[in-house]
Nanobody, 120 residues
Framework: QVQLVESGGGLVQPGGSLRLSCEAS?????????MGWYRQAPGKQRELVAT???????NYADSAKGRFTISRDNAKNTVSLQMNSLKADDTAIYYC?????????????WGQGTQVTVSS
């Protein structure tokens, strides 16, 4: 099992910055994994923001490239998302995600979500 606890959401003006953090804990949290952030805006499907593997390979949605930076601290089992130049379109609930495998089984865990609101 993996438990994910997010922090760092809030209200920010357009052009501002926020940093989201997520800590993973649990019996298998330190297995090889990919962690990342997804978001869901009202009336829309959940979408990828960015992911990072255990060895630091990153993947970004086009909307995040150049503005957001994902990073992780394997010693602390945390993943962070630095968001700069925020726009109103970035308003959404942001979810932390952990993906790994045990044998042939793929495991997928989600945090409870943290609200990000970009508004003047």
């Amino acid at each position: 099992q993996v438990q994910l606890v997010e922090s760092g959401g809030g209200l920010v003006q357009p052009g501002g910055s926020l940093r989201l953090s997520c800590e993973a804990s649990g019996s298998i949290a330190r297995r090889i994994n990919t962690m990342g952030w997804y978001r869901q805006a009202p009336g829309k499907q959940r979408e990828l923001v960015a992911t990072i593997t255990s060895i630091g390979i990153t993947n970004y949605a086009d909307s995040a490239k150049g503005r957001f930076t994902i990073s992780r601290d394997n010693a602390k089992n945390t993943v962070s998302l630095q968001m700069n130049s925020l726009k109103a379109d970035d308003t959404a609930i942001y979810y932390c995600n952990w993906r790994g495998r045990i044998g042939f089984s793929e495991l997928n865990y989600w945090g409870q979500g943290t609200q990000v609101t970009v508004s003047s």
